[in-house]
């Protein structure tokens, strides 16, 4: 367990491979933790550093009293890389980890070599969507909209496999505040201007039966980007990573190869 204090808050991160390996970075969706990488990172080859990391109010990292904006989340990225002493990383973001990602090519391009945007989007949902969520988690918990959340979260045959209940609770145990907070930092988020303006190798994946990033959303940001392609997951929804991890590993083995990181 490894924790980088960057002052006003701690960040816990984990790292597996090569320490000195290129450099493999990932960040979590809401209401997840680093857990959702377990079973891709012990699938990528050899000589690799694999880091993974907890977003603020979520998992083992410190949860700072919310609302919080896109650009803290940012700054949270560059800082830990910064701690860590990354440069020229393929940073692979989850949804709103792939907003993380964005905005983190957008300012520090020196430590960012090639991004994965996972079940991710320039703008996710709409104000309204977020105040309505945000809502019925002060009134009822995280617990209220779990049902809900494994829907967009998983196609059907995972949704009634036993593994499902362990995410569910990992949702539910995530701290209010904390994905309270997330919810703000993403309903406050447009990236269509500045992301039209990134040129680098992109790989954008989307889950065909995503219900929080349908697949059209995730072609649609991976079309502003110069040097982005798109990989469809079938039978996956918005944590393909969880439910088809070796096939995920397989799509994202095959980028690292393409951009010369392995
Ligand atoms: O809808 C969800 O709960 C999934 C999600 C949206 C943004 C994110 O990070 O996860």
């Known amino acids: 367990m490894r924790i ?12 597996d491979g090569d320490p000195d390996g290129a450099p493999v970075v990932f960040a979590n969706a809401l209401g997840t ?5 377990d079973e891709v990172v012990a699938l990528l080859p050899a000589g690799l550093r694999a880091i993974r990391y907890d977003m603020r109010g979520h998992g083992l990292s410190a949860c700072p009293p919310g609302p919080y904006s896109m650009g803290a989340l940012v700054r949270d990225a560059e800082r830990l890389l910064e701690f ?12 709103i980890g792939g907003m993380v ?18 079940n991710s989007a320039a703008k996710i949902g709409t ?22 959340t494994m829907e967009r979260w998983f196609a059907r045959p995972y949704r009634e496999s036993p593994d499902c209940a362990l995410w569910r609770h990992m949702l539910t145990r995530q701290p209010v505040e904390g994905y309270l907070g997330c919810c703000a930092a993403i309903s406050g988020t447009d990236f269509y201007t500045p992301t039209s303006g990134l040129s680098l190798p992109t790989l954008a994946i989307a889950g065909s039966a995503d219900g929080s990033t349908p697949p059209d959303l995730v072609r649609e940001t991976a079309a502003l980007i110069k040097g982005s392609r798109f990989q469809l997951i079938r039978g996956a929804g918005h944590l ?23």
């Open 240 to 262: 393909p990573c969880v439910e088809k991890p070796g096939e995920y590993a397989e799509i994202l083995t095959a980028f690292l190869k393409e951009t010369g990181h392995v």
């Open 101 to 118: 990602a964005q905005g983190l090519a957008v300012k520090r391009l020196d430590q960012v070599r090639a991004l994965v945007l996972s």
């Open 4 to 15: 980088a204090d960057l002052g006003d808050v701690a960040l816990h991160f984990r790292e």
């Open 84 to 95: 860590l002493g990354v440069t020229d990383c393929v940073f692979v973001g989850l949804s």
């Open 33 to 37: 933790d680093l857990r959702i990488w």
């Open 127 to 148: 104000p309204a969507i977020w105040a309505e969520r945000m809502a019925a988690i002060r009134a009822g918990g995280i617990a209220a909209l779990a049902d809900a």
